[in-house]
């Protein structure tokens, strides 16, 4: 065959394939391309075998390379000819046909270009281009390329030209050749330059990334192909830009932290040797390069797969060290972080923790809150992700200073319960890891700020009982939470559900306001409500002004009046609240303002005022589950609560529901049930059911006649015999819901007085209650027969009489006695002190007489400290319990202004002295009560004087209480002058600050104050009036610290109205005043400015003003006056236990020398050193340290005794015995005959003398007790003169034996057995505090643990009740409840 030929430029022939004519540029683009598919054709045909035919076509491969072809504009023209060109590449390989590298360049620069055309697969001539790339990938024509010395610059084409057409419409087998074709140029080449590496890893930017994910896909596969050839040159570059800081070598420097994450996630092995780089990172003193760095290494650390945490452990343990970074965007990070790492890898949580912890305390808010969210994220995605201290963090954050960080920490909790123990997603194990979240959560509710309750309020009807529920899933959910709850949480939901309603009852009123004619006096009324409601809502200024303008808007719109009327309506189902809450704020919302802040206060008033969860259908779910209860059908035990803890726990949420729901009740099948409870054996079950019809029976006589008279016959036997409280419910219920509740009381009433018998005093109390509360509430009937009554019984048989002789110091000498070992007789006697009370209470005049007579018996009880008839037939923890019951009973005769006009100061000072008891339980429950009577402003202003007195309180807690009671009351009291106007007329009994007068006074007839110029008494005064005047002082309103030092100048121009002839008790006052004025102006700036007003001062206490004469003399001596400025400050007390021991009678308490924090106080011959002259002590005698608790009454302890500094170094002082020391006491007795002894003396004696070991005299009540010397001064006064007010002393005789010498006493191996089981239970007091209720009863314990030396307790403070009511609360910390203890010193630690 003859093949077609033609001469070549340089002179050669070419020969083409048969039927293929010449090719030449005179032909047309379609000839050419003709002529080019047959060419195509024929190489595409030939092998590397046919020898022949590649030399034949040898020219026409030289002549395919010229300009003509790799130039021409036709792009069918250039795609053939590459084409022909690969084709030829493949026969001829090895060798390439072409010599000239610049040709070469020039042809795989020309093949490069044409394979763009892969792009567009849609193309007629895409299988060509497919073609070619398949010829090169295969042949890896491209690797001739590198013997050209610029084969870098075709590669880069290459390669950017194919990751720039590569997309998704491409299938497997293009990406697959593109692989092939740069694999081979990277594996097999000398090394990747960086602007090659620069065209691979560029499409790993996320810019790139989103535009080509193909490209992204392409380069990934690419680099795990070729990560061990590839990977020393990343190594490099990332070398450059990290170490080396040459951010010009590549154009990718900015960008080198993308890299490190999308490298790592392709392939960790391509970062072996850039990880060391990044720990250097890591310290840079660059902050944002720290934060570039921390925020690419969590992300490392973080993927759900990676492995970089156990492998590379330096670079993990460099990045947690981030989290105490000193820039605070890369603690951020940081925490951020944790949440993917929690999640993803729970086996780091371990070293996540410590770190967390550190940053839960974070200064920075944001960084506690995300600590918080990343918590809460793990949590919520897998509880086993977070171990139990990550949810402790988040429960410290719930007390947070800042609302947004409390917020996530409350909310994000509430997200727990509701996901694993309402819904119960991950079973029984899980929800029991949370089950403590609902009690913490509803402890948040005593907190002050609005804010926090509110948002309790939501969490409590969104996720603890969501109101959504149906009414019978609902109430399931109440019914349980409820008997679940610790007491605190239920005395929180309890003060919630009073909250919503008090809020109600002031809404109800402003609506009554509105029916009203419009006057003055109906807008001054509707101002006061519409502050009070304010006080309510969150940010009570903004709130001001809203409520304002609902308010026009209510008086405008007749409608939304009675929608609002609907809505706090008893009769309002949830269903119709939902309703009426829909409709108000639709009316009142505004579609052009899509954030209306009025709208939202208004929606914040509704839900606090709707009731969701409440209604009549939701009281008789409630009853059918307490029946199922009673029945034993119900599912209390997989619930987690016995059926008995079910019931009572039911009743009691029945019994709160009562007072804030009660005509809810008002069904004759609920009334049934409650019968059912009142025949239970359970007393608590069926006081609450009693408690029940008492607030809900109002229509039971008329409306349930059949239950009216099953009830009766029932309260009547409750009234005579049942347990005290159900006696007092079931008189009050009596009165509460019958009509003819006279002839139902009287049929009460007298049959009780008449068998009455006090030799059965265990039948006594539950009469004595009955017959108390029928006299306070039906006074007319009964006030005259229960007068004899008292005279007969009460007084002369009861009070009058001891029956029952005990151990003059009990069985266990303790000075307080669980109420379960209190004797009959005793619980016998305070309710006959409390009926006294009651009756008076209920006469409410003094026209008899009775009401001094009872305040006479009341003083002797406290003067004779608790033993009335002084025949130590009783006990000393029984006659604690009379003190108390004496003090609390003028406390309660106080709040009637009839009596209080009666009760003389010296009465006043007897009782407040009962503050300063030597038992701990007397001192705490005795200031609740007064605390309590004060917040609600029942008592009269001189009766906050008495906290004055608590300075002298050796345990800390009390001190820390009694002042936050007084920052409380003192809180309430101005807040209650700046809300009613007309209080302004009553300043005297509101003002705080007029409680100056009563302390001053108060502290010059402290009993302790005996020696005027005495300075370690006068330290004690100043210690008094510091404490009461610290808390007044804090805010100088109105230039009050002037007003103070005015008011205290007055009082030295007047004299005590007391006694006004009585030089030394006048003295006292001026030296009082003294003192009071040193502290003003030692510690004010501003008290010498003009006071606002001229000061009133009561004239109960003081004289008018002499105004011919002005008294200007300081009674302070100089040396007095110049220690009490300058003297360094007494050491405080500190707390060592909670039955705190007191001194010695007539002794300054141990505790208050520095050295000796958790000494002990029993009775004893032992007081403090002090390196202070003439500190009221014999200076011969020195502290013991005991070992024994407070109440304990006389235990024989081992003394451990300094020698005195009196005595010479040389004399010897031990082995000396101790004899009894005779001692003042307050309120002990009066003075006695010389030589006369009581019979706890002789008793002491005897055992003295049997075991040849001292036995301290017997402890006097909780006062910082006097000098010694003064009991020296006893010895050598008359005997019969009486020893003063309230106190009576023991003469010692002739024969009394001298003043000890100090020593150490040897006990007998009994005793110290003794002393060691004391011990013993100190220590269990020191890991267990309780805090008892106004009634004695628990309401609170702490858990704590005598390891931490400074132990910070979380204390919860006592619901506010809607009258401002506090109950006692441990000190309060900047939002933080807490108690802090000192540690003790090892040595002591261990003895104790």
Not at 296 to 315: I, Y
Not at 1214 to 1220: A, E, G, T, V
Not at 1273 to 1295: F, H, L
């Amino acid at each position: 065959m003859a093949f077609p030929q033609s001469k070549s430029a340089d002179g050669k022939i070419i020969i083409y394939p048969p039927g293929v004519k010449e090719i030449t540029d005179k032909i047309s683009n379609d000839e050419l391309v003709k002529r080019l598919k047959m060419v195509v054709k024929t190489f595409m045909d030939m092998d590397q075998d046919s020898e022949d035919e590649k030399q034949q076509y040898l020219p026409l491969a030289l002549h395919l390379a010229s300009e003509f072809f790799l130039r021409n504009p036709n792009k069918d023209v250039r795609l053939l000819v590459a084409c022909c060109l690969a084709d030829i590449f493949r026969i001829y390989a090895p060798e390439a046909p072409y010599t000239s590298h610049d040709k070469l360049k020039d042809i795989f620069m020309f093949i490069t270009r044409q394979l763009k055309g892969l792009e567009d697969t849609k193309s007629p001539q895409f299988n060509r281009y497919f073609y070619l790339l398949e010829n090169l990938a295969w042949v890896k024509s491209y690797n001739i390329c590198f013997e050209l010395e610029d084969c870098n610059e075709i590669f880069i084409q290459l390669f950017r030209t194919l990751f720039s057409v590569i997309n998704n419409s491409h299938n497997q087998k293009v990406q697959m050749h593109m692989l092939d074709l740069m694999s081979s140029i990277i594996m097999e080449g000398d090394g990747v330059t960086q602007d090659l590496l620069d065209s691979i890893l560029i499409n790993l930017i996320p810019a790139h990334k989103n535009m080509n994910k193909q490209a992204y896909d392409l380069a990934k596969v690419l680099l795990k192909r070729t990560a061990q050839t590839i990977e020393p040159c990343i190594a490099s570059f990332f070398n450059q830009v990290l170490v080396l800081g040459k951010s010009s070598v590549s154009d990718l420097s900015e960008h080198v932290f993308d890299l490190i994450m999308e490298l790592f996630a392709i392939d960790p092995h391509l970062l072996l040797s850039v990880m060391p780089q990044l720990e250097f990172k890591l310290k840079s003193n660059d902050g944002e390069e720290r934060l570039a760095v921390v925020r690419l290494l969590a992300k490392l650390f973080g993927a759900k797969d990676s492995e970089l945490a156990t492998q590379n452990r330096p670079l993990w343990q460099c990045f947690l060290g981030r989290f105490n970074d000193i820039h605070v965007p890369v603690r951020l990070e940081c925490v951020k972080f944790a949440s993917h790492c929690l999640m993803n890898h729970p086996d780091l949580a371990k070293d996540l923790t410590e770190y967390l912890k550190v940053r839960s305390h974070d200064p920075e808010e944001a960084i506690r809150h995300d600590v918080i969210v990343t918590i809460i994220t793990a949590g919520k995605k897998d509880l086993s992700l977070v171990n139990d201290q990550l949810l402790g963090f988040v429960r410290e954050r719930t007390l947070d200073k800042r609302w947004r960080v409390r917020k996530e920490a409350m909310m994000g909790l509430a997200q727990l319960y509701k996901k694993y123990c309402l819904h119960a997603e991950a079973g029984k194990e899980a929800a029991q890891k949370v089950n403590w979240i609902k009690d913490k959560l509803l402890h948040i509710y005593y907190q002050n700020s609005i804010d926090d309750k509110l948002l309790v309020e939501k969490i409590f009807a969104q996720y603890l009982v969501p109101h959504n529920l149906e009414t019978e899933e609902r109430m399931k959910c109440l019914y349980y939470l409820y008997a679940s709850l610790d007491p605190n949480a239920v005395k929180a939901l309890n003060e919630m559900w009073k909250c919503q309603n008090m809020l109600r009852s002031h809404v109800r009123e402003l609506l009554d306001l509105h029916k009203q004619p419009a006057s003055e006096a109906n807008n001054t009324a509707m101002f006061a409500k519409l502050m009070a409601i304010a006080k309510n809502l969150p940010d009570p200024g903004k709130a001001q002004d809203f409520m304002k303008k609902f308010n026009q808007v209510l008086g405008d719109d007749e409608r939304l009046r009675a929608q609002l009327e609907l809505l706090i309506s008893p009769a309002c189902s949830c269903k119709q609240a939902e309703v009426c809450v829909r409709e108000i704020t639709r009316k009142l919302a505004n579609p052009k303002q899509p954030t209306n802040p009025f709208l939202e206060m208004v929606k914040f008033l509704l839900e606090r005022i709707a009731p969701v969860h409440i209604d009549s259908e939701a009281i008789s779910s409630l009853v059918k589950l307490m029946n199922k209860s009673i029945e034993g059908t119900a599912d209390d035990e997989e619930e987690g609560v016995t059926p008995d803890s079910a019931i009572r726990a039911g009743l009691e949420l029945l019994k709160v529901l009562s007072f804030t729901h009660p005509t809810s009740f008002h069904s004759s099948e609920t009334y049934e049930s409650l019968l059912q409870c009142l025949k239970m054996e359970d007393d608590k079950v069926a006081e609450a059911a009693i408690q029940i019809f008492r607030n809900t029976g109002h229509k039971i006589e008329t409306d349930l006649l059949q239950i009216r008279s099953t009830l009766i016959p029932i309260l009547h036997q409750k009234a005579k015999r049942g347990t005290p409280r159900q006696a007092k419910q079931a008189v009050h219920c009596i009165h509460a819901i019958f009509t003819n509740k006279e002839v139902q009381l009287a049929q009460i009433f007298e049959p009780l007085s008449k068998s009455l018998n006090a030799d059965t005093p265990e039948q006594l109390i539950t009469p004595l209650v009955s017959l108390g509360h029928i006299a306070m509430l039906a006074p007319d009937q009964f006030a005259s027969p229960m007068k004899s009554v008292v005279a007969n019984f009460i007084v002369k048989d009861l009070l009058m009489n001891d029956r029952v002789c005990q151990f003059p110091g009990g069985k266990n000498g303790k000075l307080w006695t669980p109420n379960e070992e209190v004797s009959p007789e005793v619980l016998a006697k305070v309710q006959a002190i409390k009926l006294l009370v009651r009756w008076l209470l209920g006469m409410k005049n003094n026209q008899s007489k009775s009401a001094n007579s009872t305040l006479r018996l009341l003083s002797a009880m406290l003067v004779s400290e608790g033993d009335l008839t002084e025949q130590k037939k009783i006990s000393k923890s029984d006659m604690s319990r009379l003190r108390l019951a004496a003090g609390c009973a003028i406390l309660k005769l106080a709040q009637e202004p009839c009596y209080h006009e009666i009760i003389t100061p010296e009465q006043f000072q007897l009782c407040a002295l009962v503050i300063n008891d030597e038992c701990y339980q007397v001192r705490q429950i005795f200031a609740l009560k007064l605390h309590k009577a004060l917040g609600k402003l029942l008592l009269p202003l001189e009766y906050m004087a008495v906290f004055a007195l608590c300075a002298k309180d050796p345990v800390k807690e009390r001190r820390a209480h009694a002042r936050q009671c007084l920052l409380k009351n003192i809180s309430i009291r101005r807040e209650y002058i700046k809300q009613n106007p007309m209080a302004h007329e009553k300043l005297l009994s509101l003002l705080p600050e007029y409680v100056v007068p009563y302390t001053v006074h108060l502290l010059a007839h402290d009993p302790d104050f005996t020696k005027t110029q005495d300075i370690e008494q006068l330290r004690d005064i100043k210690e008094c009036l510091w404490f009461m005047l610290e808390v007044l002082m804090t805010k100088n309103e109105n230039n009050s610290h002037a007003f103070i030092r005015k008011m205290v100048e007055n009082i030295k121009q007047t004299k005590d109205a007391q006694a006004p002839d009585d030089g030394k008790m006048n003295e006292k006052l001026y030296i009082v005043c003294d003192v009071a004025l040193i502290v003003i102006t030692t510690k004010s700036t501003t008290y010498n400015l003009d006071s606002p007003k001229d000061p009133v001062l009561p004239t109960k206490f003081f004289t008018p003003p002499d105004k011919d004469s002005s008294n200007n003399k300081c009674y302070l001596s100089d040396e007095a006056k110049t220690l009490l400025l300058t003297g360094k400050p007494k050491p405080a007390t500190v707390l060592g236990t909670v039955n705190k021991p007191l001194s010695a009678a007539g002794r300054r308490p141990q505790d208050r020398a520095p050295g000796l924090e958790m000494g002990s106080n029993i009775s004893g011959n032992s007081e403090p050193s002090s390196p202070a002259p003439n500190r009221g002590r014999e200076q011969n005698s020195e502290v013991p340290e005991t070992e024994v608790s407070e109440n304990e009454e006389n235990p024989v302890i081992l003394l451990t005794v300094v020698p005195a500094k009196t005595e010479k170094k040389d004399e010897p002082v031990r082995n000396k015995s101790l004899p009894p020391q005779t001692s003042t006491e307050r309120g002990k007795k009066r003075t006695a005959p010389a030589g006369s002894e009581n019979i706890q003396q002789i008793t002491e004696e005897r055992k003295s003398e049997e075991s040849a070991a001292p036995v301290p005299p017997k402890a006097r009540r909780g006062r910082p007790p006097k000098a010694v010397s003064e009991s020296n001064t006893a010895k050598n006064s008359d005997p019969n003169k009486a020893a003063g007010r309230g106190r009576k002393r023991v003469a010692a005789s002739q024969e009394s034996p001298a003043e000890p010498e100090t020593t150490n006493v040897k006990v007998p191996k009994q005793q110290e057995t003794n002393v060691k089981r004391t011990s013993a239970q100190r220590q269990m007091d020191l890991q267990r505090i309780q805090v008892l209720d106004s009634d004695g009863y628990s309401v609170m314990d702490l858990e704590s643990t005598p390891e931490s030396s400074a132990e910070e307790l979380d204390l919860f403070k006592s619901c506010e009740s809607s009258q401002n009511e506090v109950d006692n609360t441990k000190l309060a910390e900047r939002g933080f409840l807490k108690v802090r203890r000192k540690s003790m010193p090892k040595g002591r630690r261990q003895r104790l």
